[in-house]
């Protein structure tokens, strides 16, 4: 499997669990950077490699009432700063093929939400970025059909690719994660990340908004490691309660270094 390295710290595919973790969305400029700066300290006191995520805009809420983020130039801003600040590689997901270029040059790796999984000028455009691409399996997709994505971004020889679990539909507002897709999709030459929180979702569950069932993000957090993956997506927050989105999958930041420990144990079992 080919290993793909993010910076001179992080790579992924190797012996190292790789964790990706941040809030859901942008709420403010103080937020994120303290968030950030919480867990880079969590991070460096474990002793294990971190990515800093979070979305400039939530391109595909439920309502169109909800709350989307600073958008991509004052997101991207913030993204900047806790880079520099932190020295830790940042993430963040693309809607549209023109924020390709521009979100690469601030980010190390660029995200496809699972609901663009399919979406070829997006997906082309994230290649030719030469940036980190990570890409979430859709929904509606069964793990092989991530073969075509792969093939999609190789052809604009970008090989620095991760592809990143999040459940898939099972009847209406509900989402099952099949362990069985982990290694289906690492068997395709690259490394797998587990998105722990969104696959607790329940699209659309609250009428108005999704609902989830974050208190269960933990156990497929675990779970995965066990199968051996490479990395662990989690959405975190100070206060769930009161996120701006997403809140009823996110994990509190308090839970984070248990849950943390309780991963690199597993994978060095695992990996051992």
Known sequence: MRKVKVDGNVSFGGRDLVFIAGPCVIESRDMALDLGAKLTALARSLGVKYVFKASFDKANRTSVDSFRGPGIDKGLEILMEVRAKF????????????????????????????????????????????????????????????????????????????LCERGSSFGYRNLVADMRSLPIMRDLGYPVVMDATHSVQRPGGLGSGSGGDGKYAPLLAQAAVAVGVDGVFTETHVNPKVAKSDAANAIAFSAMGKLWKRLV????????
């Open 265 to 272: 144990a597993i994978n060095e079992i695992v990996k051992r």
């Open 87 to 162: 020295g830790v590689p940042v993430l963040t997901d693309v809607h549209e093929p023109w924020q390709c270029s521009v979100a690469a040059q601030v980010c190390d790796i660029i995200q496809i939400p699972a609901f663009l999984a399919r979406q070829t000028d997006l997906v082309v455009a994230a290649g030719k970025t030469g940036a980190v691409v990570n890409v979430k399996k859709g929904q509606f997709m069964a793990p092989e059909d991530m073969a075509q994505v792969v093939r999609k971004i190789e052809s604009t020889g970008n090989r620095r690719i991760i």
